[in-house]
């Protein structure tokens, strides 16, 4: 039995649910039907109930269901044999509660990390395809759900960040206010610090595990690596900040410091992003997701629940039976999966030795169409 499990989930008017409530099992729970029917949507609820907020969409307003005027989700928890109740209470604009056993939250934060989640989706391509914003919000996921530290200081860096450019801003070039600047770059230099050092002692870890995946995944087809680039790698906060202040002024935004941190994806030492094919970049991200898998397993000493959408579309048939075969045979806890081809999902459901349901999703509603129950959990 996994050690943090789903029990059962009630969505209303989040994105095309209007009042549903769908039960699960511990194990593999298998979402079918076409594309469009809710079953991304239904993903997205899990980790808004993990993450506080949308995986797909940063405002709440977008995750209203039309013509609706609130959101709420109510999830029930199995956390290491103790029960939790997670509730969100949204209205876009105006109002947003999280409860924990009826008890609301002061602040989000202190919820993350409490129901860890891992989610890799077809959009994860975007960490390699876009800009680095993508890249640090990756790493900023992860770490956020297992250092409630660094999670502090993150908070704290972005909110002074804010501040120093609205202060740049409205300088305008002419009459700026240097003492003040100042003060900020004291004030953002230690959270500056400790960002930069856990997220290179992040990757140093993660490395490892990542190539460890891809190798499998690929059957040692290709060689993979991740650089972790930082002007900070280079120098001491202050003293880059003192060094670009006349930038800073000029372009009238902050152009030093950990916003700017970056992850170079390597591809037998040619860039991820020119060189990739559909199929690597799909081995890419996987590894990735389920890397972090790993790493927040080790630190929460428990198992996160993994939300896997749409992952074999792009894989040659290869590629699919090795990612199988792994996720059959390693380590994990309750799994979420969705797919258009029932055929596919028997398949996976014949390869674990677990309890697990299919569910058909059709226009925001969910039918359990098959279950089950693995001896060997039951003895």
């Known amino acids: 039995m996994s050690d943090l499990s789903l029990q059962h989930i009630t969505l209303t008017n989040f994105r095309n649910y209007h009042l549903e409530t769908i039960r699960f099992c511990d194990g593999l729970n298998c979402l079918t039907g076409k594309n469009g029917m809710g079953k991304t949507n239904l993903l997205d609820a899990i980790y808004y109930l993990s993450m506080c ?36 209470k949204v209205i876009p604009r105006k109002s947003k509660v999280i409860e924990r056993n009826d008890v609301p939250y002061k602040k989000f934060s202190e919820h993350i990390g409490l129901v860890p989640i891992i989610i890799i989706m077809p959009d994860d391509t975007l960490l390699i395809r876009e800009g680095s914003e993508e890249r640090r919000r990756f790493i900023d996921n992860t770490l956020s759900q297992i250092d409630a530290v660094y999670l502090h200081y993150l908070i704290r860096y972005n909110q002074l960040l804010k501040q120093r450019n609205a202060l740049l801003k409205q300088s305008d070039g002419s009459s700026v206010d240097y003492a003040l600047l100042a003060t900020y770059d004291q004030q953002m230099a230690l959270p500056a610090k400790i960002v930069h050092e856990k997220r290179r002692s992040f990757i140093e870890q993660f490395l490892p595990l990542f190539q460890n995946w891809y190798k499998g995944i690929s059957k040692d087809a290709e060689l993979v690596d991740i650089q972790y680039q930082s002007q900070l790698n280079d ?97 994990f806890g309750q799994i979420f999966l969705t797919d258009t081809h ?33 001896n060997e959990e039951n003895q």
Not at 249 to 265: E, M, P, S, W, Y
Not at 299 to 308: G, R, S
């Open 53 to 88: 907020r949308s995986r797909l969409n940063s405002l709440d307003k977008y995750v209203l269901r039309h013509e609706a005027d609130f959101i709420r989700l109510e999830g029930h928890f199995n956390r290491k044999e103790k029960k939790e109740r997670i509730v969100a």
């Open 235 to 331: 120098g001491d906060f202050m003293e880059l900040t003192k060094r670009g202040l006349q930038k800073d002024v000029i372009l009238q935004r902050t152009n030093v410091g950990i916003h700017k941190d970056d992850l170079a994806f390597k591809l037998a030492d040619h860039t991820m992003k020119r060189f990739a094919s559909q199929g690597q970049l799909k081995s890419f991200v996987l590894s990735l997701g389920l890397a972090r898998y790993e790493v927040v397993r080790k630190y929460q000493k428990l198992q996160p629940i993994l939300l896997l959408d749409d992952i074999f579309d792009k894989l040659d048939e290869e590629r699919v039976k090795q990612l199988l075969t792994l996720l059959s045979e390693r380590s």
């Open 342 to 374: 029932v055929s596919r999902i028997k398949e996976v459901i014949a390869n674990f030795k677990r309890n697990s349901c299919i569910y058909n999703v059709q226009d925001g509603q969910v039918q359990l169409i098959e279950k089950r129950m693995d």
